[in-house]
């Protein structure tokens, strides 16, 4: 590794104010934020997209790179993370952890510096490197928390906290082009990439707690599960949620559903009637649902529903 002498950046003001966002990408065979709001990733390859078995119990798509090709978040126009305060989360897999890899590069690849993987452990390089905790082959929820204010960043790995750094040289916001680039390597080393799979990206404009990180490690199952181009009917009402034995479901018209699992798997199906329809849930186990409600012109609106 070469290390680099970065002058601290000034942020630019921006009028526009955000208030506290997060952009998800789920790579459901597009690079689009699941909320429609931020910009499309910009892949520095031909998009490349494979069924792939996660290990929080179901298959979807992931973004598989190749070495040399990764992913841009461009916020030059929106100046999303202007403030210095952000959160990323990813959850990821490496093909190879030996040597180093780039997770974020924060100066148009033109420095060393940045988050790693380094030989299976995590690094904010040159500053900070933490116990290896991550192995080839395996999708990991890794987060980076930094708070503008107090300078303070923060490290997860699953539902673990790494180690904390205090970023006073401002080295770990974006320099002047406004870009996040991910999983590859900077222009001066050239070599340090490697082959793997990206099921999520999740980009946030506040620097998060450490329950809200865990939490949102525990809840990953029922945040790919659901498609990101799932939209909720304001015609559709579910109550009580969470329920004990049964819930009333309301629909505006006659419409198929069918209750399934995190995994996916099927557990009964019916219609509902226009009006009040009481949901059977004493055959379930304590846990999380989904509901699947489709109309007469096929629209599918994905519910998540709770068994205490």
Do not use: W
Request: with cysteine.
């Amino acid at each position: 590794m070469k290390k680099f002498l970065l002058l601290p950046v000034m942020l630019l003001s921006v009028s526009t104010v955000f208030a506290q966002t997060t952009y998800k990408y789920h790579f459901n065979n597009n690079l689009h934020d699941a909320g429609g709001v931020g910009p499309d990733l910009i892949a520095s390859c031909t998009a490349a997209y494979n069924l792939e078995a996660l290990p929080i119990g179901f298959s979807k798509n992931v973004f598989t790179f190749d070495k040399g090709c990764g992913l841009t978040f461009d916020d030059a126009a929106g100046g999303f993370l202007a403030s210095g305060s952000y959160t990323i989360e990813m959850y990821v897999k490496l093909d190879t952890v030996q040597g180093y890899t780039k997770f974020v590069d924060y100066d148009a690849r033109t420095s060393d510096n940045g988050f790693y993987n380094q030989s299976g452990k995590i690094a904010l390089y040159p500053h900070f490197t933490s116990d290896s905790v991550i192995s080839a082959g395996n999708f990991f929820y890794i987060a980076l928390t930094r708070d503008a204010t107090s300078k303070d960043m923060y490290i997860y790995v699953n539902n673990q906290t790494l180690g904390k750094y205090s970023d006073t040289g401002n080295q770990y916001i974006y320099d002047t082009h406004k870009n996040l680039v991910f999983f590859i390597d900077d222009s001066t080393t050239h070599h340090e990439d490697v082959t793997g799979a990206v099921a999520m990206l999740h980009i946030s404009n506040y620097a998060m707690d450490s329950v809200t990180v865990k939490n949102n490690y525990s809840d990953l199952a029922a945040t790919l599960t659901v498609p990101a181009t799932t939209a909720h009917s304001s015609n559709i009402s579910i109550y009580p949620n969470p329920a004990i034995d049964v819930t009333t479901v309301t629909v505006s018209a006659t419409a198929a559903y069918q209750l399934s699992d995190l995994i996916g798997k099927s557990i009964q199906t019916g219609t509902f009637s226009s009006g009040s329809n009481k949901l059977d849930l004493t055959k379930v186990s304590a846990g999380m649902y989904l509901l699947h409600i489709s109309d007469k012109d096929g629209n599918i609106g994905i519910y998540k529903i709770v068994r205490q």
